[in-house]
């Protein structure tokens, strides 16, 4: 696990959205895992997703860390970094 500068100014008590992948609800699509930003609180689906939408949120709005959706997964990840945090 590393270092991560974003942590400070980007991981807020959030709650998720909703209780799947956002866009894949909508769609009426699949996901493997799920991806929370740590930053607004949107689910998106992991990058063993086909959509990958937890990247494509980072990507559209530059918030860099999310954290695991999953039951019993504690671990959160900096997409500038590309390192797990911590």
């Given at each position: ?6 942590v ?11 209780k799947?992948?956002?866009?894949c ?8 895992h ?35 959706a ?8 900096c ?8």
């Amino acid at each position: 696990m590393g270092q991560c500068a974003h942590v400070k100014d980007h991981v807020k008590p959030v709650k998720p959205n909703t209780k799947g992948c956002e866009e894949c609800l909508k769609s009426g699509d699949s996901w493997v895992h799920l991806r929370m930003c740590t930053e607004c609180g949107h689910v998106g689906c992991c990058d063993s997703s086909k959509n990958r939408h937890a990247r494509k949120h980072y990507e559209t709005t530059q918030h860099p860390i999310i954290q695991s959706a999953e039951r019993g997964e504690k671990w959160r990840w900096c997409y500038v970094d590309n390192t797990y945090i911590d």
